[in-house]
């Protein structure tokens, strides 16, 4: 039983198009994470949040962007979707920063953008 | 900036074969975790290892934290099928006294053969 969703967990789409990804944990974490992946490669954070109302950009540039109103909510935007854009997506939950229990990863969400 | 190096990169073995895979770094991490991704799923915490010279093992798999806490090695006895997938470190960071986000390796991909 996973604690944390993602939504869809498949998307094509067109270019240009404006798409938002869900993700929501039920674990009460305060911290959370999104993460690009290209298949079997490593992760790039791109934003994170450190609690309601607080998001930040990650190491990898990205178009997209974050909101933070309630906890358990850390969707991901889209304005306008490119090819570029297609990738897997993780996103991720940690209690405090996860040096101990680590982050807990949905099942990603795989964007391909035509 | 923090980096941690995996080897090998790709890895494809027989059944019943042993293998080690690296993780190393220039910096001293206040924790070293491993994850295993399988395709089309998030990455899964195996193990938190946090002293220096730390051991723990499950079930086939043998995690070692280096002494100076700057590399970790994972061992697997005898790899099965269901081994397949890529494995990820990941280590936990402090800047200025304060916790940081993990760090990820950019991980070894696995494939045992039967």
């Known amino acids: 039983e996973a604690d944390i969703y993602q939504t869809p967990r498949y998307l094509v789409i067109g270019t240009g198009k404006k798409i938002t990804l869900e993700c929501s944990q039920t674990?009460?974490?305060?911290?959370m994470y999104w993460y690009q992946q290209d298949p079997g490669m490593e992760l790039h954070l791109i934003h994170y949040s450190y609690g309601v109302n607080s998001t930040e950009k990650g190491d990898l540039s990205s178009e997209s962007t974050v909101s933070r109103i309630r906890t358990e909510h850390f969707p991901l935007t889209l304005e306008s979707a490119r090819p570029s854009h297609t990738s897997q997506y993780l996103c991720?939950?940690?209690?405090?920063?996860?040096?101990?229990?680590?982050?807990?990863f949905g099942s990603g969400t795989r964007l391909t953008v035509v | 900036t923090q980096l941690l190096e995996q080897s090998p990169q790709f890895l494809s073995i027989q059944e019943g074969e042993n293998l080690t895979v690296y993780c190393n770094s220039s910096s001293v991490f206040s924790s070293l975790q491993w994850y295993r991704q399988e395709p089309g799923e998030g990455p899964v915490l195996l193990v938190t290892?946090?002293?220096?010279?730390e051991v723990k093992k499950l079930k086939r798999l043998t995690f070692q934290f280096g002494d100076a806490r700057k590399d970790s090695s994972l061992h697997i006895t005898a790899a099965q099928p269901g081994d397949t997938g890529l494995y990820l470190c990941?280590?936990?960071?402090?800047?200025?006294?304060?916790?940081?986000?993990?760090?990820f390796g950019k991980g070894t991909k696995l494939s045992v053969k039967p």
């Open positions: 990941a280590g936990g960071t402090y800047y200025g006294g304060s916790q940081g986000n993990l760090i």
């Open positions: 290892v946090v002293t220096g010279g």
């Open positions: 991720a939950s940690s209690e405090g920063f996860g040096q101990i229990d680590g982050y807990t």
């Open positions: 674990m009460g974490h305060d911290k």
